[in-house]
């Protein structure tokens, strides 16, 4: 396994039972994105409990250890090559809910679609735009997630983070920017939970509004294994237009396809590798920039390749 990772096992085995052999080595990541691509991370590790969360960040702090916390792996494109440090994700045990009158303080592993069911089951509506949307609570405080006009930043409040030396924060609402799928978080924080704002309503108008999510995502998103818009919308217009408009649906580069249904989503056929992805959103930035003069940024994020000699 290698030097730290026996270290970490130690570690691991230290911290209480159980928690040792969760550790997974070698561990394909495509079988954690919803792309179903990426090489093997060097360890990785599910922890329920914020004391296990906790040594294993400080072992990598100490040990100059680079690690990747991830959610439903939804947004991201992983290397062929792998991750050579600690993937770390978030399970059950940081999947709590709190709610007090209207105001829901939510664990950051919550997947998005228990979250919409929860509040809908407690009357409580200002979820309904998330849904069918892959990812965790976590994961979308971190991008700001939205969609149809409508972001999670409208309806957070205090975030709860913790930092790599065991440092616990609650960080205010006016303490954080939330921008379109940005946010001013720390790099190097944990999101551990958040306060959600939202308001009392009738069941049946929560669901009509879900209903009217669901019916929109379905019509407009296509099928298969994909990460969702891989670039963000300029200011005034929408990625998918431009892309279309440089004539690039049904462009492939191996198993990767711009999609036919929503020029915006790249779709993994079968066997598509990163580089096929890689090249492809290349090619589609430079089209697009050919034809319309507006250069593309990605919103899916690109976990590439990085050196043996890691730090934090």
Known sequence: MGNWTKLLEQALTDQGPGLATALRCDEPLSRHTTFRIGG????FLVVDRLEDLKAVLAFCRNQRVVWK?????SNLLVSDQGFPGVVIRLGSGFAGLKVEDSAVQAEAGMPLADLVEQMRARSLSGVEFLWGIPGTLGGALRMNAGAYGQEIGDIAGNVSVVFPDGREAVLSRKEM???YRRTSLPEDAVIL??????????TEEIERKTADFKKRRLESQPKGASAGCVFRNPKGDAAGRLIDQAGLKGRRIGDAVVSTRHANFIINQGSARFSD???????????VEAKSGVVLEPEVEILAALEKTDSR
């Open 277 to 287: 992805v890689y090249q492809l959103m290349e090619l589609i930035r430079l089209k």
């Open 69 to 73: 916390l991830i959610g439903a792996g």
């Open 40 to 43: 093997p991370a060097r360890a």
């Open 193 to 202: 939970n958040a306060v959600l704002k939202l308001r009392p309503a009738e």
């Open 177 to 179: 920017r939330f921008c």
